[in-house]
C-alpha cells in the first residue's frame, strides 16, 4: 500500500474514532460538544499548521531504528503495563502513600523518570541501542529557536484563554499577596521542573520511542503523528477513571472506563497532533520536551507553589 493512500486512512480512521469519541462523551450533562470542536479545531488543526509554519527550513536530526516492527511489539506490551500498571493504580497509590508535599511532588517525579525512563531505556539498550542516542539533547539551531519562541507565545495564548490555569493563579496570587514579578519568578522553575516531570518523561517514551518506529514501521511521517497522538491520549484514560471528574474539564461525574478514553481521545490527542509536529520536523528532543513543559506551565504553577512554598 503507498504511503500517501495509508496516511489518508489513518487520518480517516482517527477523525472516525474522535467522533466516536464526542458520541460517547455526550451523555455526560456536563460535557459541551462545541467547546471539544473547538479544542480540535483550534490545538488539533490549528497549532499543528502553526508547529509546520513554524519548523519550515528545519532539518530533521537523524533518530537511530534498527527494528521497527520487533521495537514495537516490544512497546506496546511495554505501553500497556505502563498506562494501567503505573499511570493509572502506580501513580495513584503512590500519591495516597505519599500525602504531604513536596515528598509527594518529589516522589512521582522519581517514580515517573524510572517507569517511563528508565525502563524503556533499559530495554531499548537490550535491544543494541546506546543512552546516547536515546536521549539525544542537543543545542537548538536557530530554525529549532525561532519554533520555540513562537510555540510558546501561541500556547501560553491558549492557556490563559481555556481551562482553568489562570483561575487557579489568580486564586493563588490572593491567597499568597503575589505581586506580577513574584509570579514571573516562581514561573521559571517551575517550568523548569515540568520540563523534567511531564516534557522529558512523555516525550521521550511517546516521540523519541513510540513515533519514530512507528513513522518507521509504516513508512509515514503523517501515520507516525496520528497513531502515536491516540496512544498519548490513550495514556491517560486510566488516571481519570480513577482520579475522577475532577481531573477532566467540564466532565460532572466520575468516568467509566468508556467514558475516559473517549475523553483522552478528543481532548488530549489533539494536543499530542500538535506535539508530534514538531518532533517529526525537527527530531529535536530539547525542543519537544521544552515546550511540553511550557504547555504545562500556567495549568500546574498554583500546584507547584503550594506544594514546595507550604
Not at 522553575?189 to 517514551?205: H, K, M, N, Q
Request: proline share 4%.
Amino acid at each position: 500500500m503507498r504511503a500517501v493512500n495509508r496516511s489518508l486512512i489513518v487520518c480517516i480512521a482517527y477523525a472516525l474514532l474522535w467522533g466516536a469519541g464526542v458520541v460517547v462523551l455526550a451523555r455526560d450533562p456536563g460535557f459541551e460538544t462545541g467547546e471539544a470542536l473547538a479544542v480540535m479545531l483550534v490545538v488539533g488543526v490549528g497549532l499543528s499548521a502553526a508547529a509546520w509554519l513554524a519548523t519550515l527550513g528545519a532539518s530533521p536530526r537523524p533518530q537511530a531504528v534498527r527494528e521497527p516492527g520487533r521495537e514495537l511489539l516490544c512497546l506496546t506490551a511495554l505501553l500497556v503495563g505502563i498506562g494501567i500498571g503505573f499511570l493509572g493504580y502506580g501513580l495513584s497509590m503512590l500519591r495516597a502513600a505519599v500525602s504531604h508535599d513536596p515528598a509527594r511532588s518529589i516522589a512521582i517525579v522519581v517514580a515517573k523518570l524510572l517507569a517511563l525512563v528508565l525502563v524503556p531505556g533499559l530495554m531499548f539498550r537490550r535491544l543494541g541501542y546506546t543512552w546516547r542516542e536515546l536521549l539525544a539533547f542537543t543545542r537548538l539551531d536557530r530554525v529549532e529557536l525561532r519554533a520555540v519562541v513562537v510555540m510558546m507565545a501561541l500556547l501560553a495564548l491558549l492557556q490563559l484563554t481555556i481551562g482553568r490555569g489562570p483561575q487557579s493563579v489568580r486564586a493563588l496570587v490572593a491567597e499568597r499577596g503575589l505581586e506580577t514579578w513574584q509570579v514571573l519568578l516562581l514561573a521559571l522553575p517551575a517550568w523548569l521542573w515540568l520540563s523534567v516531570e511531564a516534557g522529558i518523561t512523555e516525550e521521550f517514551l511517546f516521540r523519541v520511542l513510540v513515533q519514530s518506529r512507528l513513522a518507521a514501521w509504516l513508512r509515514s511521517p503523517i501515520v507516525g503523528v496520528v497513531g502515536m497522538a491516540v496512544l498519548f491520549g490513550l495514556a491517560h484514560a486510566p488516571g481519570y477513571v480513577l482520579r475522577g471528574a475532577h481531573a477532566m474539564d467540564g466532565m460532572a461525574r466520575s468516568p467509566d472506563a468508556l467514558s475516559a478514553a473517549a475523553y483522552a481521545l478528543v481532548v488530549v490527542s489533539p494536543l499530542g497532533l500538535a506535539f508530534g509536529v514538531l518532533w517529526c520536523r525537527t527530531r529535536s528532543l530539547t525542543l519537544v520536551v521544552l515546550l511540553h513543559g511550557w504547555a504545562d506551565l500556567i495549568p500546574n504553577l498554583a500546584r507547584l507553589v503550594r506544594a514546595f512554598m507550604a
